[in-house]
């Protein structure tokens, strides 16, 4: 079977979209068609950048394209994303999703009645770092995520649980499997008016608990995640790329081995670091876009993932917010 060349538009290209557009232009079976946005000095930039269209008209764009990547603020993604649905056009929407759970709903439905993907912008769960972890059963029973940043005003429209957290929320909700049974947040503004600092402690029915700590305040970029399990602890640096395993009595092949005792039994700690791909996710996730529109692959996030990992986000702002008062 033929797979079908793509036509793609890009809506807003300013920091992270502009990334967009080289994607598409180098990926195969995809036509870049132009670009869109309201800054129109900066779409004439990239336009001329990267040797495509600037489109005046926002329609015009949707209508001859066949998938639209909407790279825009988060608080337009339901408009636009809505207007591209409606015409019958499938999206990569950045993360967060939109800025309601309705308007998250709203655009699943319609996109479902129309068999349309929705695919959203969640890039660290195809992290080539996390990705290491896919050959070990990970049943965590304690997990440890941190993210750090140092201010910028870039994403301080939102709490840092709508621009940081949620990016290991949704990391989280994908290796937990099990419904949430407890919350407790916290969370401080330090610079902003809005919550700069946050601190949530989820614990799930079947025990596991998480703890994610998030700063836009800070000194140094840390993005880790630490899983502990019967068995297995494993550390993965989502920045440096770097994913270390430690196993009790481990089967895989590993470059350390530590005898202990424990009641009488001899036991071994392996330590094996597996080897990170070099992939460049947002590359990754746009190939898994064109690849789910040909029917090749099923989106690794889609609109529910998104919807999920806002909902639980909007419940720690809540909650945050109510603890401070
Ligand atoms: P940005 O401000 O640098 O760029 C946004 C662009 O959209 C601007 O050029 C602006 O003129 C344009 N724009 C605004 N409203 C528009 C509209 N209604 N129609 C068309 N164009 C419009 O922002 P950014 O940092 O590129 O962020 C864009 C989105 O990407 C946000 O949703 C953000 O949360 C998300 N983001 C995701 C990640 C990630 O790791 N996945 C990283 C950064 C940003």
Redesign the pocket.
């Known amino acids: 079977m033929k797979t079908k060349i793509l036509n793609i538009g890009v809506?807003?290209?300013?920091?992270?979209?502009q990334h967009h557009v080289k994607h598409f232009k180098n990926i195969d079976n995809v036509k870049l068609i132009g670009v869109?946005?309201?800054?129109s000095k900066?779409a004439s930039k990239i336009a001329l950048k990267f040797n495509t269209n600037k489109f005046e008209s926002?329609f015009n764009l949707i209508k001859k394209s066949d998938a639209l990547s909407i790279?825009?603020?988060?608080n337009?993604?339901f408009s636009?994303a809505k207007d591209c649905i409606s015409l019958n056009k499938h999206v990569f929407i950045?993360?967060?999703i939109t800025k309601t759970i309705k308007e998250a709903n709203d655009l699943i439905k319609l996109a479902n009645k129309k068999n349309l993907i929705i695919q959203v912008?969640h890039?660290e769960r195809i992290n080539p770092a996390l990705l290491a972890l896919k050959p070990y059963k990970i049943e965590p029973k304690f997990i440890e995520i941190q993210r750090l940043a140092p201010y910028s005003v870039?994403?301080t429209e939102v709490p840092v649980v709508l621009?940081k957290m949620i990016?290991d929320i949704d990391i989280l909700l994908s290796i937990v499997n099990s419904p949430i049974k407890k919350i407790h947040a916290n969370g401080i503004s330090i610079i902003t008016d809005s919550i700069d600092m946050a601190h949530a402690r989820i614990k799930f029915n079947n025990n596991t608990v998480a703890n994610i700590t998030s700063s836009r305040i800070a000194k140094e970029d840390i993005r880790k995640i630490k899983i502990f399990q019967r068995n297995l602890y494993c550390t993965i640096d989502l920045l440096k790329g770097i994913t270390e395993v430690y196993q009790i009595n481990g089967e895989l092949k590993s470059t350390i081995q530590a005898p202990f005792n424990y009641k009488g039994n001899k036991k071994i700690i392996t330590y094996t670091k597996p080897k990170i791909q070099k992939t460049d996710p947002l590359r990754a996730e746009l190939i898994n876009f064109i690849n789910s529109i040909n029917g090749k692959e099923k989106p690794i996030v889609k609109g529910e993932d998104g919807r999920d990992a806002l909902k639980l986000a909007i419940k720690i702002t809540k909650l945050i917010k109510r603890e401070s008062n």
């Open positions: 809506i807003g290209v300013g920091h992270l979209g869109f946005d309201i800054n900066q926002l790279v825009t603020p988060t337009s993604h636009i950045e993360k967060p912008g890039i870039r994403g621009d990016h």
